[in-house]
């Protein structure tokens, strides 16, 4: 008699269905694209398949209508009978319903697809012109009926799945001949009807097929394991995301923790490591088996090399497979203490203990890939055991084994503090390894759990740092890049693309060849000299804010290169790491030149709010017409608002926000008091800043002018202002795209012609950025070369410019750049950028 202690989910969320509704999605997007993008092909595929279709024989084109159509409304009936002989009326309700939801969301797009704002998708669907007469882009039945099957579930039904599928591909060809239809339209129909029923089959939940602890204990025993009792553990001890535990007890007297892997689990985890397969390389991120066998494989393999490798790990007693739908994995229970559970610190014995371990790990190469506390062990006879090596790598490479190491000694710094972990480390590894182990102490390389706990204790692993490069002296730390691509990366790529449509859309309504030949030159060479004042007012605020003397003509050098380095940097971050690195050159330390120019910013970011107020009040003052912004504009502001609302309204907000500010203020005022004791120095920097936005103000009210338009001044410098402010927050080089429409939208708002807006905007835009650019080319070498730049500012990396990423000199400090308004919030952030030089 077995006895069982069990707690059976009777509905579970399987996870394949989730993957496989974002899939699904997915399609639905690829098909939209290029249905849109490749308008003629689709037409060409289209017109053959039609074609073709129509040299079917005349009689099956009679028949098969009425057939297709009897098979589509029996083909249901049946199903909803099969499911109430299987008693199973609750699947079949939620299949009706998911069914009409289909139906309804289907009719839902049809209507909003005519609209005139999605007419170039409807059309692209349809495969027709504006003048021909409309169809539905979506059919409403058969999405619901997909949608019903779906969730139904027909796996290992199969007489039902052909015939399903052959119902609707008769039912395809023939609509397709009958031209109530496209190839496009079905295939997006029957993808939204799968996708909305996966995706509330993923909501719901399906009906559990797991096999019970009885099952489980019945199939142990016929390996030679006697189990007499088995119960459910909820806390997870030795097992994997998505797995369920359990422990059983033999005849023998001895203990197993039992590791059940359930096929309805099989994709637990897949968008977590396909997200981090993005974001890292691929020997920093694990990946995880798709298939019960694999993971049952994997994790043996990784115990049976544990206990090769001489380290103590819990022995694998049996794995056996129980039914078609699970895996288990039974190893031997062993008694003890992990690390996490420790209420007594541990000593230095016992801390020696666990890198022995982990070092006899390695000179197998074996890596373990997850020293959490959790997987430490302290056994009463004074061992240390690895639990759970299932997760890690057998041939490691080194880099493999460095990032154990790495884990490690975070994960001892978090519970022994960093001090004790960093003179373990430098004892147990030694100063030339730790020089290779130093760059990967970077969170994106530690284990989920691992970073979760930095998040709370962010002074821990600075402090490692810290600690490492002290014991490491005379040894240069070579930077390492983990990521493939990060977080910030993404966005602006997303930004870009976004505003690369934004201007596309712009130059569609323009061309920029007749925006040239259109316009008055007479005002064009004005506002090319307007634009080379700007570069005047920007070396002028930099200089005002230094102390030290600085060449006028070099600086603005200094300025015109920065417009070359813009293109490849989102708005002002590239400008400031080059100042900063020109005086650096001109022998001003680090810390003062960040410090002189993040004054710099934040003089200009104060002018900046002021004129923006001022030509507000005049511009809403006078007596023409008032600036009228676009309905979204409201819902921007108005979310922008809620948003920094909540952020000030949430402790951790506040916290954020002042952590973010209080370095700008502690750097900028003992600077910006040092200025002050020199008027003309004080007059020369807000002077600078003044003519830099007048001068950007004045060029966009002579390109207005070149089209023959006329607003005042007030307004021109109200749109400016804003567009620039909101430019600078869209994190795209030289805030391309976010630029153009905001100042589109606000020109005419202002009552400016749509045509002369757009450009005139396009005509600044020109002028102002990029025609800028080879001169600070030009600018750029020029300054290289005469060495007045501090050396290695630029860096040629996967084929593009970029800025250096990782120094020494700015070790152990935590800084960031946030731009805001229409330059950067600069706080001690800053001073790592120019530090990175060195």
Not at 144 to 167: D, E, F, P, Q, S
Not at 532 to 543: D, E, F, H, I, R
Not at 813 to 820: D, E, F, I, N, Q
């Amino acid at each position: 008699m077995i006895q069982v202690d069990d707690q059976l989910e009777r509905r579970i969320r399987k996870p394949v269905d989730a993957l496989r509704c974002v899939v699904s999605c997915a399609w639905i997007f690829v098909l939209a694209v290029a249905a849109v993008a490749a308008s003629a092909t689709t037409n060409g595929v289209e017109t053959d398949i039609v074609g073709a279709s129509r040299r079917l024989p005349h009689a099956l084109l009679v028949i098969a209508p009425a057939v297709t159509l009897f098979a589509l409304l029996v083909l249901p009936a049946g199903l909803a009978i099969s499911q109430l002989f299987r008693r199973q009326v609750r699947r079949l309700v939620e299949a009706v319903a998911t069914g009409l939801l289909a139906g309804v969301v289907a009719e839902i797009a049809n209507i909003l697809l005519r609209d005139q704002a999605a007419s170039r998708l409807y059309y692209a669907i349809i495969m027709s012109r504006p003048d021909n007469p409309h169809i539905d882009a979506l059919d409403p039945y058969l999405a619901g009926l997909v949608a019903y099957a779906t969730m139904i579930g027909l796996t290992g039904r199969t007489a039902w799945r052909n015939a399903l599928g052959l119902a609707v591909g008769v039912y395809a060809v023939v609509q397709l001949a009958a031209l109530h239809t496209t190839v496009l339209s079905i295939l997006i129909t029957l993808l939204a009807g799968r996708a909305i029923g996966l995706a509330v089959r993923y909501a719901a939940g399906s009906v559990s097929q797991r096999p019970p602890g009885l099952a489980i204990a019945r199939a142990l025993s016929g390996a030679d394991l006697s189990v007499t009792a088995i119960s459910r553990v909820q806390a997870p001890t030795a097992g994997a995301a998505g797995s369920r535990q359990y422990t059983a007890a033999t005849n023998d007297g001895s203990q197993l923790d039992v590791v059940v892997f359930d096929r309805d689990q099989q994709a637990a985890g897949t968008f977590y490591g396909l997200y981090r397969w993005v974001r890292v390389q691929g020997q920093v991120a694990r990946g995880t088996p798709l298939s019960v066998d694999r993971a049952l494989e994997r994790r043996a393999l990784l115990s049976y090399a544990t206990q090769d490798a001489g380290v103590p790990t819990p022995r694998l007693r049996s794995v056996v497979r129980v039914g078609p739908d699970a895996g288990v994995l039974a190893y031997q229970h062993c008694a003890g203490t992990t690390l996490t559970q420790r209420d007594t610190e541990c000593t230095d014995e016992e801390l020696d203990c666990v890198w022995d371990t982990v070092t006899r790990l390695h000179e197998r190469h074996v890596a373990h890939r997850g020293l959490t506390g959790e997987h430490i062990l302290f056994t009463p006879d004074g061992q240390v055991m690895l639990l759970d090596p299932g997760d890690g790598d057998v041939a490691a490479s080194d880099l493999q084994r460095r990032l154990d190491l790495a884990q490690l000694i975070v994960e001892l710094a978090l519970h022994v503090g960093p001090e004790r972990s960093a003179l373990l480390a430098v004892k147990k590894v030694g100063g030339k390894e730790l020089g290779n182990v130093l760059p990967l102490l970077q969170p994106v390389a530690l284990v989920r759990s691992t970073r979760h706990a930095l998040r709370h204790r962010r002074d821990v692993l600075p402090a490692v740092r810290k600690e490492l490069l002290a014991a490491v002296p005379g040894e240069e730390v070579t930077a390492v890049r983990l990521e493939r691509i990060r977080a910030r990366t993404l966005v602006t790529l997303v930004a870009t693309v976004a505003a690369v449509y934004l201007l596309a859309g712009e130059l569609a309504q323009a061309s920029l060849g007749k925006v040239l030949g259109s316009a008055d030159w007479r005002w064009g060479i004005a506002a090319l000299a307007l634009s080379a004042v700007t570069y005047a007012g920007a070396a002028l605020s930099v200089s005002g804010f230094v102390a030290e003397p600085l060449g006028f003509v070099r600086t603005v050098l200094v300025q015109v290169a920065s417009s070359f380095v813009t293109l490849v940097t989102p708005a002002a971050v590239g400008g400031v790491a080059l100042n900063v690195r020109y005086l650096q050159r001109r022998k001003i330390p680090a810390p003062v030149a960040a410090a002189s120019i993040a004054v710099s910013q934040v003089a200009a970011l104060a002018l900046h709010i002021l004129l923006l107020t001022i030509c507000g009040a005049i511009a809403g003052s006078g007596s023409g017409s008032p600036i009228k912004p676009p309905t979204w504009a409201y819902f921007v502001v108005a979310g922008l608002l809620v948003l920094a609302g909540a952020v000030l309204a949430i402790p951790a907000g506040r916290h954020l926000v002042r952590a973010r500010l209080a370095p700008t203020f502690a750097q900028v005022v003992p600077r910006l008091l040092e200025v002050a004791q020199h008027p003309r120095k004080l007059a020369e920097g807000f002077g600078g800043a003044l003519l830099l936005s007048v001068s950007y103000i004045a060029c966009l009210s002579t390109c207005i002018a070149a089209f023959g338009g006329s607003v005042p001044i007030a307004k021109v410098g109200f749109v400016y202002l804003t567009g620039s402010a909101l430019g600078s927050i869209i994190p795209t080089p030289g805030g391309l795209g976010a630029v153009e429409a905001a100042l589109t939208a606000g020109l005419t708002a202002a009552g400016v012609p749509g045509a002369v807006a757009v450009s005139a905007v396009l005509l600044f835009r020109l002028i102002t950025f990029w025609l800028p650019v080879p001169l600070g080319y030009v600018s750029l070498n020029y300054l290289e070369r005469r060495h007045a730049l501090l050396p290695g500012f630029r860096c040629r990396l996967a084929g593009r410019w970029t800025l250096p990423s990782q120094c020494r000199a700015a070790r152990g400090v935590r800084s960031r750049m946030t731009l805001s308004g229409a330059n950067c919030w600069l706080a001690q952030r800053a001073a790592i950028s120019a530090c990175r030089a060195r």
